[in-house]
């Protein structure tokens, strides 16, 4: 299989897979060797080795590139390989539709469920249209309007993170991004209905947030959550935005340490090598994980269930007393 992008640090993938290719279009011109069969195979194993190696032991600046490769599933994708009958809803009534977010009705499993997150673009004209997954706040909005719609017909809310972060322009400003996720994060805090939160690429600052207030945060192995990019925290730090690495691992940005540091409860294992080289086994791992999560969820009682929100949120984080 040819990638049309690969990272830095699969190069040495990157050419096995190379030599794959010029075997099957040798043998598809009818001019193979005996054992080109045999070869391919052998190579392929070699490479999901390498692969198996390599992203067993990913350092954080490695997961943050895994994070924001074009070619891993994004919202609509995961809508479509594990939710039945989705129907998007368009705009925030207020102001106008924002494609950085969608959103609507679906089902999971046979139950009515109602679907929110982040959408970025594949190609130049869909990364314009979709702002390159960063929301202004009618995007919020919009959000905002689908998650009271749930809590009015009591289906349990799926939201999907995947956002450098929310849009910080003028116009975005002028029409109060601020107050948009500042609302968000109060109305998600005592929703009266269950809801789950997956960050499925970049979770960034208060833009991922803004749609991440869960009984539930699950978070996709490569994935990264953090209040600020690497690249713009080595900048503030340092004043040097060549220290994105060291960034990266003050951050503590990936899954295992944002499981430790409790501010997610599980992380759903993609396939070797990333959920963008087996689209469909990302899917099938992480409706598994939806629906288990759901069935814990519902089976508590609805008063309970936003006072464990709030105290889940309330129990983050750690300070020191000072000496006295």
Not at 245 to 262: H, V
Not at 268 to 279: I, L, M, W
Request: charged share 30%; with cysteine; net charge positive.
């Amino acid at each position: 299989m040819v990638y049309r992008h690969w990272l830095d640090f699969e190069k040495n993938v990157e050419e096995i897979y190379r030599k794959i290719e010029e075997l099957r279009t040798s043998e598809a011109a009818g001019v193979s060797l005996p054992k080109t069969g045999e070869e391919i195979s052998k190579l392929e194993k070699k490479a999901k080795n390498i692969l198996r190696d390599l992203y067993a032991k990913l350092t954080p600046s490695q997961v943050t590139s895994v994070a924001r490769h074009p070619e891993r599933p994004y919202t609509l994708d995961y809508i479509n390989g594990v939710f039945d009958d989705f129907v998007e809803l368009h705009g925030d009534r207020l102001f106008k539709e924002d494609p950085a977010i969608v959103g609507g009705l679906g089902r999971l499993e046979g139950e009515p469920v109602v679907i929110i997150g982040h959408q970025k673009g594949r190609n130049t004209k869909e990364k314009v249209l979709r702002n390159f997954g960063m929301p202004n706040p009618e995007g919020y909005r919009k959000a905002l309007r689908l998650m009271k719609m749930a809590e009015r017909f009591n289906r349990p809310v799926f939201t999907f993170i995947d956002t450098p972060g929310a849009y910080p322009g003028i116009g975005a400003e002028e029409r109060g991004q601020s107050e948009a996720i500042a609302t968000n994060l109060l109305v998600m805090s005592g929703l009266k209905v269950p809801i789950v939160s997956t960050v499925i690429g970049e979770g960034g600052s208060g833009g991922a947030l803004a749609i991440g207030v869960a009984d539930r945060v699950l978070m996709m192995e490569f994935a990264t959550y953090s209040v600020i990019s690497p690249e713009g925290c080595a900048a503030i730090l340092w004043k040097d935005g060549t220290k994105s690495d060291l960034a990266a691992k003050a951050l503590k940005l990936d899954a295992e340490a944002l499981l430790k540091l409790k501010i997610i409860d599980k992380i759903v294992k993609e396939p070797v090598g990333g959920a963008h080289r087996e689209p469909l086994a990302a899917f099938k791992s992480l409706k598994a994980a939806l629906i288990s999560t759901l069935k814990e969820l519902e089976s508590m009682d609805r008063t309970r269930l936003t006072d464990a929100r709030y105290e889940k949120f309330r129990s983050m984080g750690a300070f020191i007393e000072p000496k006295r």
